[in-house]
């Protein structure tokens, strides 16, 4: 495949990449070293990585970074189906590229690589994915595809999102928010615990949130 859509599909890739090599990244580390970063400061590497590569690839990409975001920005058709399949392929192997990469620099797979796997009920667990995504993408279409936004803003305020959902549901599932991030270091440590919920818990939550924008938006007067 050549031609922009390859472009564009390199750049949700490398996006992907480095979000779960520095977000996972910062979970393996955190293990290894007793607990350094804490909750606060995986939030900060998994929000501040999100900011950093919205402000990247987004004139290039458009920064989904997130199959649930493709998804969901397909079903309110703000982007061609024909297109989703490669974004999300170059999504989830950029994951599990970097998934791998950790493996490599972190024998014996510590902390699971950060894989995601539930702490509380499944029915908590998926009700956390699904809001917290919700909130994630409703954050999304606003900064991102909503004209009357604040020029600028869009990488601070996904990142935020993202830096608010680690904090908040981190300690339940793990706030992935994110299928391909989920599936990164599933298949890189085979931890397949619950994964069912993050596979359908973010898609359901990211559609929730644009639709949900698209009503606020449209009731303006």
Same mark, same amino acid.
């Given at each position: 495949?050549?031609?922009?859509?390859?472009?564009?599909?390199?750049?949700?890739?490398?996006?992907?990449?480095?979000?779960?090599?520095?977000?996972?990244?910062?979970?393996?580390?955190?293990?290894?070293?007793?607990?350094?970063?804490?909750?606060?400061?995986?939030?900060?590497?998994?929000?501040?990585?999100?900011?950093?590569?919205?402000?990247?690839?987004?004139?290039?990409?458009?920064?989904?970074?997130?199959?649930?975001?493709?998804?969901?920005?397909?079903?309110?058709?703000?982007?061609? &189906?024909?297109?989703?399949? =490669?974004?999300? @392929?170059?999504? %989830?192997? $950029?994951?599990?590229?970097? #998934?791998? !990469?950790?493996? +490599?620099?972190?024998?014996?797979?510590?902390?699971?690589?950060?894989?995601?796997?539930?702490?509380?009920?499944?029915?908590?667990?998926?009700?956390?994915?699904?809001?917290?995504?919700?909130?994630?993408?409703?954050?999304?279409?606003?900064?991102?595809?909503?004209?009357?936004?604040?020029?600028?803003?869009?990488?601070? &305020?996904?990142?935020?999102? =993202?830096?608010? @959902?680690?904090? %908040?549901? $981190?300690?339940?599932?793990? #706030?992935? !928010?994110?299928? +391909?991030?989920?599936?990164?270091?599933?298949?890189?440590?085979?931890?397949?615990?619950?994964?069912?919920?993050?596979?359908?818990?973010?898609?359901?939550?990211?559609?929730?949130?644009?639709?949900?924008?698209?009503?606020?938006?449209?009731?303006?007067?």
């Amino acid at each position: 495949m050549t031609g922009p859509l390859a472009r564009r599909s390199l750049a949700e890739g490398i996006g992907a990449f480095a979000l779960v090599f520095v977000g996972c990244g910062a979970i393996v580390i955190d293990q290894e070293r007793g607990g350094s970063l804490g909750e606060t400061g995986i939030a900060a590497a998994f929000g501040l990585v999100i900011m950093a590569m919205v402000y990247a690839t987004g004139h290039v990409s458009g920064a989904h970074l997130n199959p649930a975001v493709t998804a969901a920005f397909v079903a309110t058709r703000r982007f061609h &189906a024909g297109e989703a399949g =490669v974004y999300v @392929g170059a999504q %989830v192997a $950029g994951a599990v590229a970097a #998934a791998f !990469l950790l493996d +490599a620099l972190w024998p014996g797979e510590p902390a699971d690589l950060g894989a995601t796997v539930p702490s509380v009920g499944v029915a908590a667990a998926l009700g956390y994915e699904i809001v917290l995504t919700a909130f994630l993408m409703f954050v999304i279409v606003a900064v991102a595809t909503d004209s009357r936004a604040v020029a600028g803003v869009a990488g601070v &305020a996904i990142g935020g999102a =993202v830096a608010m @959902g680690s904090l %908040v549901g $981190g300690g339940a599932t793990g #706030a992935s !928010l994110n299928p +391909a991030r989920t599936l990164g270091p599933a298949i890189a440590s085979g931890t397949w615990t619950d994964i069912w919920i993050y596979l359908v818990g973010p898609p359901l939550g990211a559609l929730v949130g644009a639709l949900a924008y698209a009503s606020v938006a449209s009731a303006r007067g």
